[in-house]
C-alpha cells in the first residue's frame, strides 16, 4: 500500500496502521481496492508478534488467513502498479 500511495505521490506518516493506510489507498486503488476490504484485521501483524515472547501466538489457519489476505492485496497492488508503469 505504501508503494501506491509513493507511486501517486500522496503523503503519508509512519505508521503500521493498515486502516490508515486503507483509507489513503481506496480513491487510487482500482481494482485493487477490492482485496482492501477487511484487511485492516492485519494491522496486528505489524507490530503483536514483532518480538519473540508475544503474548499472543495466532493459530496455524488464522495466520494463513492474514497471509493469504496479505499475498492477494500485495499481487493486486503490484499488478496495478504494473500496468501504470508499463501505460
Request: charged share 30%; aromatic share 10%; proline share 5%.
Amino acid at each position: 500500500m505504501k508503494a501506491l500511495l509513493t507511486w501517486h505521490q500522496v503523503s503519508f506518516k509512519k505508521t503500521h496502521d493498515v486502516d490508515e493506510l486503507k483509507a489513503a489507498c481506496l480513491p487510487i486503488a482500482g481494482d485493487a481496492s477490492v482485496h482492501l476490504a477487511g484487511i485492516e484485521r492485519l494491522s496486528q501483524y505489524a507490530w503483536r508478534f514483532r518480538y519473540p515472547g508475544a503474548p499472543y501466538s495466532p493459530e496455524q489457519e488464522e495466520a494463513e488467513e492474514a497471509r493469504r489476505a496479505a499475498a492477494q492485496l500485495f499481487d493486486a497492488v503490484r499488478a496495478r502498479l504494473e500496468s501504470e508503469f508499463n501505460a
